[in-house]
């Protein structure tokens, strides 16, 4: 059960659009639309972005946007904003009914 | 509105045990799956059970098989994971989580500290 892969890191400037991916196998992100994306502050419980694939919970801005193709899946943040930075964790449900996290992102504002 | 609150962590020596307990509020809690998550200091989430909405059905990771037990009592709603053979690799924060309508997490507690050391 090794984690899905994400970039230890993602920059952009205020205004840009920028992507972060998720790897994972066919068993996991490949197999099953079922990855969710949140969103983590220093110090704080992580927060729900997105669920299966590409969905918005009510109050999550539509800068926020979710795909998948094969066995990646990607969140894209439009528009950035000062307080999108934070750490973003993919997750997958897995063949083994279980599931699992990415390794995480860190987002940074230039 | 959904408020999940996290208890029962603190300072415990390797080999020992110790049970978290989680109050579920906010919501019809028997009608809902829920999950456990821990966070070691610095590091990234790692998933650990889900049980169903009817406690019949448990899944854990392979890190925690064998020595985390994970429980629920509709009647109060609340939630536990029971830890045994507790070690340092266990030290992290614990979050109680509540499935969304299915297959992902909605809402998350604040966590609790657990910190297994001698």
């Known amino acids: 059960q090794s984690a899905l892969t994400q970039p230890a890191s993602v920059s952009g400037s205020p205004g840009q659009s920028i992507t972060i991916s998720c790897t994972g196998t066919s068993r996991d992100v490949g197999g099953y639309n079922y990855v969710s994306w949140y969103q983590q502050y220093p110090g ?25 193709s094969g066995n990646t899946a990607s969140l894209t943040i439009s528009g950035l904003q000062a307080d999108d930075e934070a750490v973003y964790y993919c997750s997958s449900y897995t063949y083994t009914s279980t599931y699992l996290f990415g390794t995480g992102t860190e987002v940074t504002v230039v | 509105q959904v408020q999940l609150v ?39 989430l790692e998933w650990l059970t889900v049980i169903s909405n009817d406690g019949r ?5 392979d890190s925690v098989k064998g020595r985390f037990t994970v429980s629920r009592d509709n009647s109060e709603n609340m939630v536990f994971l029971q830890m045994n053979s507790l070690r340092a690799e266990d030290t992290a924060v614990y979050y109680c989580a509540k499935e969304g309508t299915w297959l992902h997490i909605d809402h998350w507690g604040q966590g609790t500290l657990v910190t297994v050391s001698s």
């Open chain 2, 6 to 44: 996290e208890s029962g962590g603190g300072v415990v020596q390797p080999g020992t045990s110790l049970r978290l307990s989680c109050a579920a509020s906010g919501f019809p809690f028997r009608t809902y799956g829920m999950q456990w998550v821990r966070q070691a200091p610095g590091k990234g």
């Open chain 2, 57 to 61: 059905i448990r899944y854990y990771a």
């Open chain 1, 44 to 68: 704080k419980a992580p927060k729900l972005m997105i669920y299966d694939v590409s969905n918005r919970p009510s109050g999550v801005s539509n800068r926020f946007s979710g795909s998948k």
